[in-house]
Nanobody
């Protein structure tokens, strides 16, 4: 069983940056692929980014490619999402999630087994 706790959300102006963190406990962190999934008000959950256990492969939604960067530190059991050049449409609750699977299946937010409670990121225009 893996417990996930996100932090780093907040309010930022368009064009600004935020860095989200997700700290894991329990389980073997290095055995999991990690993802960030977001949900805006009135919308379905949307895949944002994912990284496999080794960090050697990453995946991004087209809407964030070139602006967001996912990374992980297995020694600290933490995954990060660096968000640059933020836009109002990036406003959402951002969830960290874990799965034992890897590869392109990570684009499907339904494959994740463990979820954090979410952190709110709000981008003002």
């Amino acid at each position: 069983q893996v417990q996930l706790v996100e932090s780093g959300g907040g309010l930022v102006q368009a064009g600004g940056s935020l860095r989200l963190s997700c700290a894991a406990s329990g389980g073997t962190f290095s055995g999991y692929s990690m993802g960030w999934i977001r949900q805006a008000p009135g919308k379905e959950r949307e895949f944002v980014a994912a990284i496999i256990w080794s960090g050697s492969s990453t995946y991004y939604a087209d809407s964030v490619k070139g602006r967001f960067t996912i990374s992980r530190d297995n020694a600290k059991k933490t995954v990060y999402l660096q968000m640059n050049n933020l836009k109002p449409e990036d406003t959402a609750v951002y969830y960290c999630a874990a799965t034992a699977r890897s590869g392109r299946i990570l684009y499907d937010h339904n494959v994740y087994d463990y979820w954090g409670q979410g952190t709110q990121a709000t981008v003002s225009s």
